[in-house]
């Protein structure tokens, strides 16, 4: 390679790395509690919840809306989704059907008896899901970090660059721990970044994919939904109280889709539905289908069925970011591994940053040095 | 080999990338395995994801001088 090559591609290596490395740490460190979220919240949770009336009947959707309503007033509902193996309905509330991650409010309900359930109250990790997410600033924070991880993206790819030269004289793998301190962390620093490469690239871009999500669902709102809300023009959007019945419209949606599972349910005027129609979200059954989900949408004054609408490739492409980022689709085997190479990607920014503050001299030499210190008559420089 | 594992001829690229390329296949072939399904597929999950891991094993148990 050039000496001229190698050197704009450290450079693009050198300030890709330094600007992103200390929010990349933060995310690595963040990162891997949450993987484990799920274990963790369980042995956390003390209190065994059992339903009211374990062989009673469901009460219906409409009535739990109500239930949850009274108990915030002022507020509209945003979310209803249900929970897998036991008989939970929650409920998003917030003070506008827009309203602000930070303003909703969410409760659990007993379906058999109409009783809240009590909250897994987990402080520390929304904590640490919160910084990973968007650092406490919102939709800014979010693609602030997405721009980061687009740096990383390129710190990885110059990363593969430079690799060849540093490993012209040496045999995959060989770390050079009897030379330098400084021989020995480069060493360090190529092999654990080679061999983290592909997954590294997966969970940084899946990531950056899901700061998008914003952009991605007001997208597919003006493009897919668009036309739904035609013949809507001078309606506002539907209070509670002028809302057809939940119970039939999530039917109706079932009906049309009998081989998926019910989701949730989005109220008119949010992120996930248009001003005028309850999105019911059904996914399907199949390990690979059960990430996509489809929206059933009906009408949300008349309950009228009005379509239903697959998700386009962009949406389909942020679902599946989702489990390729946190790592939680393959069994706590996975999630172990997930954690292994999440500390190696550490060493790695780690023994990184070591190279940058102890550097003395261009890039070439490095090579240089690095390629003779395998020589034995040639005393390394220190 | 030579004690340091090192100083015969330059390497080409491909035997430089060679071993990097079979990690990186057997990462990303074991990361779309769980997405597939369960069971075997968590298996090749797991062992498709272990490579690199075992490769860092390897390299510092039987690689570091």
């Known amino acids: 390679m050039q000496q001229r090559t190698i050197r704009v591609w450290s450079g693009i290596h050198k300030w890709t790395s330094l600007i992103c490395t200390a929010f990349i740490l933060m995310l690595c460190i963040t990162g891997l509690p949450l993987i484990f979220h799920d274990e963790i919240d369980e042995a956390l949770d003390t209190q065994q919840w059992q339903p009211a009336n374990p062989n009673g009947e469901l009460l219906p959707l409409d009535r739990i809306l109500s239930i949850a309503l009274e108990s915030q007033p002022g507020g509209t509902p945003l979310f209803m989704s249900f929970d897998k193996e036991r008989p939970v309905v929650n409920v998003t509330t917030g003070p506008s059907p827009d309203a602000a991650a930070g303003d909703m409010h969410f409760a659990s309900y007993d379906r058999t008896s109409g009783e809240t359930v009590p909250a897994h109250e987990n402080g520390v990790m929304d904590f640490i899901l919160q910084l990973h997410t968007d650092m406490f600033l919102g939709l800014p924070g979010m693609l602030f970090l997405g721009a980061m991880g687009v740096l990383l993206f390129l710190a990885i790819v110059s990363g593969v660059v430079l690799y060849a030269p540093f490993m012209r004289k040496l045999d995959f793998g060989t770390v050079r721990k009897s030379k330098t301190r400084r021989i020995k962390w480069l060493d360090y620093h190529n092999l654990l970044g080679v061999i983290t490469i592909a997954w590294l690239a997966v969970v940084t871009l899946t990531g950056v994919v899901n700061t998008l999500s914003t952009p991605i669902l007001d997208t597919w709102r003006e493009q897919s939904l668009a036309d739904l809300a035609q013949g809507y023009d001078d309606q506002s959007v539907p209070d509670p109280g002028e809302m057809a019945s939940l119970d039939s419209a999530v039917n109706e949606a079932v009906k049309a889709a009998p081989d998926k599972t019910l989701q949730f349910v989005a109220f008119p005027g949010g992120m996930w539905s248009t001003d005028f129609h309850y999105a019911v979200f059904l996914h399907g059954n199949t390990s690979l289908t059960q990430h996509l989900i489809t929206p059933a949408l009906i009408s949300a004054r008349t309950g009228e069925f009005t379509a239903m609408r697959e998700m386009p490739w962009y949406v389909k492409t942020l679902a599946l970011s989702g489990p390729l980022h946190f790592g939680d689709y393959g069994g706590l085997p996975l999630k172990i591994l997930w954690a292994v190479l999440d500390v190696l990607t550490i060493v790695v920014l780690g023994s990184g940053l070591y190279l940058w503050a102890s550097r003395r001299r261009p890039v070439t030499s490095e090579v240089r040095a690095s390629q003779e210190a395998n020589s034995p008559s040639v005393t390394a420089t220190p | ?65």
């Open chain 2, 1 to 65: 080999m030579s004690p340091a594992g090192a100083n015969r001829n330059r390497r080409s690229l491909w035997t430089i990338f060679a071993a990097p390329t079979w990690i990186a296949l057997a990462s990303l072939i074991g990361l779309a395995s769980a997405l597939m399904g369960e069971g075997v597929w968590n298996l090749m999950a797991w062992a498709g994801v272990g490579v690199p891991v075992l490769a860092a094993v390897f390299a510092l148990r039987y690689r570091t001088h």
